[in-house]
T-cell receptor
């Protein structure tokens, strides 16, 4: 399995500012993912963070709004830029890993970062 | 747009009752996972199913993957208050990305 930590765990930000969320994994992984989750709802994939290349974004998400860094195989950051109240959500970092289980990939999540925009 | 639809969205039952949650898609998935999430925490993996028609049991939970690998179900026998939470299915698409279902909020009353 993988142990994932995120910082900060929560923050309250003013509109127009930006928040950068850090994600640290205890093992090297090829792919890291960023999700958004409205309270009580399901998860929506924002982008895939690939080490050594630009992130790939899902429909409805753009790099200018959600710039991502992936400097090495254990770390990634997601920035939520030009914040508005609609960005209030939980942001989760995730990794896919095989860990020697054959063809099966399993996904592990960080505890999430709860963002409130005022 | 969600690739996976879950039903029901909400379920409130008494302790001891049985329930089934469904996860359906028009897409074929390499594998499918079920998660349970409690407030303030990230989703916790319950099971991964890989083969069409596969059935896996985890104590009182039974998971099934459809023959065509487009749908799955989670059945809980004799539900307990500790089963309360948000249940999410997630399908592995193109062998590298997981897309989540719409979620089922389960409340088990003592």
């Amino acid at each position: 399995s993988a142990v994932i930590s995120q910082k900060p765990s929560r923050d309250i930000c003013q509109r127009g500012t930006s928040l950068t969320i850090q994600c640290q994994v205890d093992s090297q992984v090829t792919m890291m993912f960023w999700y958004r989750q409205q309270p009580g709802q399901s998860l929506t994939l924002i982008a895939t963070a690939n080490q050594g290349s630009e992130a790939t974004y899902e429909s409805g998400f753009v790099i200018d709004k959600f710039p991502i860094s992936r400097p090495n195989l254990t770390f990634s950051t997601l920035t939520v830029s030009n914040l508005s109240p609609e960005d209030s959500s939980i942001y989760l970092c995730s990794v896919n890993a095989n860990f020697g289980q054959g063809e099966t990939y399993e996904q592990y999540f960080g505890p999430g970062t709860r963002l409130t925009v005022t | 747009t969600q690739l996976l639809e879950q039903s029901p969205q909400f379920l409130s039952i008494q302790e001891g009752e049985n329930l089934t949650v469904y996860c359906n898609s028009s897409s074929v998935f390499s594998s499918l996972q079920w998660y349970r999430q409690e407030p303030g925490e990230g989703p916790v993996l319950l099971v991964t199913v890989v083969t069409g028609g596969e059935v896996k049991k985890l104590k009182r939970l039974t998971f099934q993957f459809g023959d065509a690998r487009k749908d799955s179900s989670l059945h809980i026998t004799a539900a307990q208050p500790g089963d309360t939470g948000l249940y999410l299915c997630a399908g592995l698409y193109n062998f590298n990305k997981f897309y989540f279902g719409s979620g089922t909020k389960l409340n088990v009353k003592p």
